[in-house]
């Protein structure tokens, strides 16, 4: 971010940077960040368009190319 790379940053504070620098468009969404169960947001997400969530620990790094121990992707489940 303006020349600064975020490799090392952490999720959440990553997160909180990149919300406040993107422009939000048909290929551009921003996802909320939620520790409670997730339950209430999935039809939420099913109706923007969703079909997959990910699941990140709050303190993890990007990782580009390389696999993240710390980040899943799971099928959103159908309720």
């Not at 504070?13 to 468009?25: H, M, P, S, T, Y």
């Not at 990007?62 to 980040?71: H, I, K, T, V």
Request: glycine share 8%; with cysteine.
């Amino acid at each position: 971010m303006d020349g600064t790379p975020l490799l090392e940053v952490p999720l959440l504070e990553r997160k909180r940077l990149l919300d406040g620098a993107l422009r939000v468009g048909e290929l551009v969404r921003i996802t909320p960040y939620t520790r409670a169960l997730v339950g209430p947001y999935i039809s939420t997400w099913r109706a923007l368009g969703f079909t997959e969530m990910a699941c990140k620990g709050a303190n993890s790094r990007y990782l580009p190319g390389d696999r993240n121990d710390a980040w899943s992707s799971v099928p959103l489940p159908s309720r």
